[in-house]
């Protein structure tokens, strides 16, 4: 994974967006001499972090269409607003984990007929319900809050319409690194729910930029 920085960065600052300590970014990227003297356009290493174990970190071709789908309408989104915006962002990798714990909620809230986020701590979460039950799916969860772009306009995260663009904004926040997604069917709907880590959607920030 690379990152490429962008005026008003600091070693520090970036080490911070990818949860990584500041000598872990250095040894990944031995020809800094001087943490003070990174440049703009400078592209920097950015070594993973320890929690991210291979048994989490699922192989593309282990996921089903379904979960491929998913993860590449993310990652088209991601690529596509880091070429509008000139700020690189990783792509994301799907995490098993996440997965399992957004369907397991994602049954929660079928079973109890509720649709509220959970407050999980430590991770992003994207909720999509649709009818009729049999016509869902994590793809067709994942375009209902890709569509929310057109209402976002580079605002302060908790400025504007929150609700009609931060789905879109979680999705494409540029510190986040993994996704799981999953979905649970019953009583005649369909609900779909993404977790994401790091979280996105940081109260102040733009999430065009991440500051």
């Known amino acids: ?52 174990q291979p048994t989490q970190q699922a192989r593309a071709s282990s996921l089903n269409e379904d979960q491929k789908h998913a993860l590449e309408l993310h990652n088209t989104a991601r690529q596509h607003i880091s070429a509008s915006t000139h700020v690189s962002r990783p792509a ?25 986020h959970s407050g999980a701590p430590g991770v992003g979460e994207n909720l999509a319900k649709s009818w009729p039950a049999d016509s869902g799916s994590l793809a067709k969860g994942t375009q209902m ?43 005649g709907a369909c609900v779909v729910v993404g977790r994401y880590a790091p979280p996105g959607n940081w109260t102040g920030k733009s999430a065009w930029t991440g500051k």
């Open 1 to 52: 994974m690379t990152y490429t920085v962008v005026k008003g960065d600091s070693l520090s600052e970036i080490a911070h967006k990818f949860n990584i300590t500041v000598k872990e970014l250095e040894a990944a990227n031995p020809k800094i001499t001087n943490p003070d003297d990174i440049r703009i356009g400078e592209v920097l290493n950015i070594p993973k972090h320890p929690e991210m």
């Open 92 to 116: 994301l990798t799907w995490d098993t984990s996440l997965a399992a714990d957004a369907q397991k909620y994602a049954q929660h809230l079928i079973d109890t007929n509720g649709f509220a």
């Open 145 to 187: 809050w890709l569509d929310e772009e057109k209402n976002y306009h580079g605002e302060p995260i908790g400025q504007g319409d929150f609700s009609g663009y931060g789905h879109w904004t979680q999705c494409i926040w540029p510190t986040t690194t993994r996704v799981g997604v999953g979905l649970a069917r019953g009583n």
